[in-house]
């Protein structure tokens, strides 16, 4: 709470002449009424940063006063000294002594307004840019260093709600200045549906059923998928125009299934791997040296993420999944070309560390400038080897900086993706739990940002038991997470109990 000064400004001025502010009848041992046969002194009570009238309560030597025929405050004058005591909800009570009669019959308080402030942090003390803050009527949202301002800010309630993390309230009973708060984040722990999944009614229904008996509250579900290819009927012209689209599922009717089973619904959206667009728009591809669409070891091609032009499309398709109520979108592959040789591979802009990192960040601010006004989360994946490297491993991904713009970073842990004799396993299928472990460790302190962790585990290559032991590990760091299959083969026996 600032209270701004505490100099209300007090004006001795002509009559009042028709002021509307309007009193009622203040609580007091009396209440005084003016006598036609005395002179009155008119009391206007007006808001200091906008001069408009207050509905205020006006005291005169502590009995309530009332309204003159003109609907304004007044008290009569008896030649003695009064004390007026003004007071509005939302702003600073001001008290101030009448020795003599005005020369035009008229007092003027400007109350100036009471404004609470603070910051807003994660658990661990990182400011939280982008939370609501409300009180009341009033609402702010938190800046980049998750401060907050309350204007008119009157005792009750304060209500905190951002995307990705989970609402909260606090009292606020008007004693203080400065009122520091708390959020902490929304863990989900969600199983990856696959447009195969959907159109298979029965692995659907099972993934469904299994959120009703374990403690699974959240669904992954593919929108656009590794190869640019966009699962359900969407309205993005972009996507119809270059051959995208082959509808797997009618995705108003996912979202029901997923909100009959109180599930979170992350949409997820593949960027920078695309065939269509960088056939359609080799302009805004990566290209090889003889002119050709660059492609990875899997066939498929890339957009050039130096080149802008790229970032839209899978942002409007992201709009969209935000508007048909996703609670999150997930982007995958915001990164640089992988799994082939990137030597022969030609950008828009300069291939180096400086570049790379900046074009990855300028992707996802771009998206989160989208999608968080529109109170969606934004999510993005990463490679699991950026959270102990100490470089962007070619990719552009550092979470670090990442962490400064998205709300969950959601790196690929699985055993599988690391070589024989890594951290000294012969077998790292045999220590997915202790690759899970060092991963997430090196990674939490990388973040610098507001964003938090919830990687990807796997479920296959490792016994039900080890996926369990995994998961433990994760929620034992307070972390969600995300189980990837791609048929749907899982287990109750695999999962946390309900």
Same mark, same amino acid.
């Given at each position: 709470?600032?209270?701004?000064?505490?100099?209300?400004?007090?004006?001795?001025?002509?009559?009042? /002449?028709?002021?509307?502010?309007?009193?009622?009848?203040?609580?007091?041992?009396?209440?005084?009424?003016?006598?036609?046969?005395?002179?009155?002194?008119?009391?206007?009570?007006?808001?200091?940063?906008?001069?408009?009238?207050?509905?205020?309560?006006?005291?005169?030597? =502590?009995?309530?006063?009332?309204?003159?025929?003109?609907?304004? &405050?007044? *008290?009569?004058?008896?030649?003695?000294?009064?004390?007026?005591?003004?007071? #509005?909800?939302?702003?600073?009570?001001?008290?101030?002594?009448?020795?003599?009669?005005?020369?035009?019959? !008229?007092?003027?308080?400007?109350?100036?307004?009471?404004?609470?402030?603070?910051?807003?942090?994660? #658990?661990?003390?990182?400011?939280? &840019?982008?939370?609501?803050?409300?009180?009341?009527? +009033?609402?702010?949202?938190?800046?980049?260093?998750?401060?907050?301002?309350?204007?008119?800010?009157?005792?009750?309630?304060?209500?905190?709600?951002?995307?990705?993390?989970?609402?909260?309230?606090?009292?606020?009973?008007?004693?203080?200045?400065?009122?520091?708060?708390?959020?902490?984040?929304?863990?989900?722990?969600?199983? !990856?549906?696959?447009?195969?999944?959907?159109?298979?009614?029965?692995?659907?229904?099972?993934?469904?059923?299994?959120?009703?008996? +374990?403690?699974?509250? =959240?669904?992954?579900?593919?929108?656009?998928?590794?190869?640019?290819?966009?699962?359900?009927?969407?309205?993005?012209?972009?996507?119809? #125009?270059? /051959?995208?689209?082959?509808?797997?599922?009618?995705?108003?009717?996912?979202?029901?299934?997923?909100?009959?089973?109180?599930?979170?619904?992350?949409?997820?959206?593949?960027?920078?791997?695309?065939?269509?667009?960088?056939?359609?728009? &080799?302009?805004?591809?990566?290209?090889?040296?003889?002119?050709?669409?660059?492609?990875?070891?899997?066939?498929?091609?890339?957009?050039? &993420?130096?080149?802008?032009?790229?970032?839209?499309?899978? *942002?409007?398709?992201?709009?969209?999944?935000?508007?048909?109520?996703?609670?999150? *979108?997930?982007?995958?592959?915001?990164?640089?070309?992988?799994?082939?040789?990137?030597?022969?591979?030609?950008?828009?802009?300069?291939?180096?560390?400086?570049? !790379?990192?900046?074009?990855?960040?300028?992707?996802? +601010?771009?998206?989160?400038?989208?999608?968080?006004?529109? !109170?969606?989360?934004?999510?993005?994946?990463?490679?699991?080897?950026?959270?102990?490297?100490?470089?962007?491993?070619?990719?552009?991904?550092?979470? /670090?900086?990442?962490?400064?713009?998205?709300?969950?970073? #959601?790196?690929?842990?699985?055993?599988?993706?690391?070589?024989?004799?890594?951290?000294?396993?012969?077998?790292?299928?045999?220590?997915?739990?202790?690759?899970?472990?060092?991963?997430?460790? /090196?990674?939490?302190?990388?973040?610098?940002?507001?964003?938090?962790?919830?990687?990807?585990?796997?479920? $296959?290559?490792?016994?039900?038991?080890?996926?369990?032991?995994?998961?433990?590990?994760?929620?034992?760091?307070?972390?969600?997470?995300?189980? $990837?299959?791609?048929?749907?083969?899982?287990?109750?026996?695999?999962?946390?109990?309900?």
């Amino acid at each position: 709470m600032r209270l701004r000064s505490q100099n209300a400004l007090i004006a001795i001025v002509l009559l009042v /002449g028709g002021c509307s502010g309007a009193v009622g009848v203040a609580p007091g041992d009396a209440v005084i009424s003016p006598d036609q046969g005395e002179p009155e002194i008119s009391v206007v009570v007006l808001a200091a940063d906008d001069l408009v009238p207050l509905d205020a309560t006006v005291l005169a030597n =502590g009995a309530g006063v009332v309204d003159n025929a003109d609907g304004v &405050p007044a *008290i009569p004058w008896k030649g003695d000294p009064v004390t007026l005591d003004v007071a #509005a909800p939302g702003f600073v009570p001001w008290s101030f002594s009448v020795e003599e009669f005005p020369d035009n019959g !008229r007092i003027e308080f400007r109350l100036e307004p009471v404004v609470l402030e603070g910051i807003v942090t994660t #658990a661990d003390g990182r400011p939280l &840019p982008g939370a609501t803050v409300k009180l009341g009527d +009033t609402q702010d949202t938190t800046d980049n260093e998750g401060r907050y301002a309350l204007e008119r800010a009157v005792p009750g309630t304060i209500e905190l709600s951002r995307p990705a993390w989970e609402p909260t309230e606090y009292p606020w009973d008007g004693a203080v200045a400065q009122y520091d708060m708390t959020m902490s984040p929304t863990v989900i722990r969600a199983l !990856r549906a696959s447009a195969a999944d959907i159109l298979d009614s029965g692995r659907w229904q099972s993934i469904l059923s299994l959120a009703d008996i +374990t403690a699974i509250d =959240g669904v992954v579900i593919d929108l656009k998928t590794e190869d640019g290819t966009v699962v359900y009927s969407t309205e993005v012209e972009t996507a119809n #125009a270059i /051959g995208a689209v082959s509808p797997h599922f009618d995705i108003n009717a996912v979202l029901a299934d997923a909100d009959a089973h109180n599930l979170y619904t992350i949409g997820r959206v593949g960027v920078f791997q695309d065939d269509f667009y960088a056939a359609a728009e &080799p302009d805004s591809a990566v290209l090889s040296e003889d002119g050709s669409l660059w492609r990875s070891n899997n066939g498929f091609a890339w957009l050039d &993420p130096t080149d802008p032009s790229s970032y839209e499309y899978s *942002i409007a398709l992201a709009e969209e999944a935000c508007l048909l109520g996703f609670d999150e *979108i997930q982007f995958d592959y915001v990164s640089f070309p992988f799994g082939g040789d990137v030597s022969t591979a030609t950008f828009d802009g300069a291939y180096n560390q400086e570049v !790379r990192v900046a074009s990855i960040a300028a992707f996802l +601010t771009r998206a989160y400038s989208v999608l968080h006004p529109m !109170r969606c989360a934004v999510s993005s994946t990463l490679l699991g080897i950026v959270l102990e490297s100490t470089a962007d491993e070619g990719v552009g991904q550092r979470p /670090g900086t990442m962490s400064r713009i998205v709300d969950v970073l #959601a790196p690929t842990l699985y055993s599988t993706n690391y070589g024989a004799g890594w951290k000294g396993f012969d077998d790292p299928n045999a220590f997915a739990a202790e690759i899970v472990d060092t991963a997430l460790n /090196g990674g939490r302190g990388k973040l610098d940002g507001h964003a938090y962790l919830r990687p990807w585990l796997q479920t $296959w290559a490792i016994s039900a038991a080890d996926q369990r032991r995994v998961q433990s590990l994760v929620t034992d760091k307070g972390m969600g997470y995300q189980l $990837w299959s791609n048929n749907a083969s899982y287990s109750a026996d695999a999962l946390p109990p309900r």
